[in-house]
């Protein structure tokens, strides 16, 4: 997905052109830290985790797409524009998507079995995405 590709789903209604804030970039980001380093503990469920894990990357990857100047209207967009926001390839997109999928089931089927294998991907691949939007300059005051 290129920029060219953010600005048609602007076109399309999936996005809105909105400029970012210094204040809700750094936020975003400080969340996420947290989260995933709560998600790194194995004292709590898998099911914490993996919702930890998730929420995670979701802020980091909301916040390259708003640092881009764009604000989704549904939450997995933030995941397929990893390649223009983030400079990400499907290897780690890809995961979150299926991950995305997962989170759902929970949230409105009562779905609760959590694949260890998943969550372990989800944790590697929000690692990497917080190594990616960490080197990200935040928005001007």
């Given at each position: 997905?290129?920029d060219?590709n953010?600005?048609?789903?602007?076109?399309?209604?999936?996005?809105?052109?909105?400029?970012?804030?210094?204040s809700?970039?750094v936020?975003?980001?400080?969340?996420?830290?947290?989260?995933?380093?709560?998600?790194?503990?194995?004292?709590?469920?898998?099911?914490?985790?993996?919702d930890?894990?998730?929420?995670?990357?979701?802020?980091?990857?909301?916040?390259?797409?708003?640092?881009?100047?764009?604000?989704?209207?549904?939450?997995?967009?933030?995941?397929?524009?990893?390649?223009?926001?983030?400079?990400?390839?499907?290897?780690i997109?890809?995961?979150?998507?299926?991950?995305?999928?997962?989170?759902?089931l929970?949230?409105?089927?009562?779905?609760?079995?959590?694949?260890?294998?998943?969550?372990?991907?989800?944790?590697?691949?929000?690692?990497?995405?917080?190594?990616?939007?960490?080197?990200?300059?935040?928005?001007?005051?």
């Amino acid at each position: 997905m290129s920029d060219e590709n953010l600005k048609n789903l602007v076109n399309v209604g999936k996005l809105k052109a909105e400029e970012c804030k210094r204040s809700e970039f750094v936020g975003l980001v400080t969340s996420a830290k947290r989260r995933l380093a709560d998600a790194r503990d194995q004292v709590l469920s898998p099911e914490s985790r993996f919702d930890l894990a998730y929420n995670a990357a979701h802020g980091f990857a909301l916040a390259a797409l708003r640092l881009k100047g764009y604000r989704p209207n549904g939450r997995y967009l933030v995941f397929q524009a990893l390649a223009s926001t983030a400079g990400l390839g499907p290897e780690i997109w890809r995961v979150l998507a299926k991950c995305h999928s997962s989170r759902n089931l929970v949230e409105y089927e009562g779905y609760s079995e959590v694949d260890e294998k998943l969550l372990g991907d989800l944790i590697r691949c929000t690692t990497v995405l917080e190594s990616v939007v960490g080197k990200l300059a935040p928005p001007p005051e």
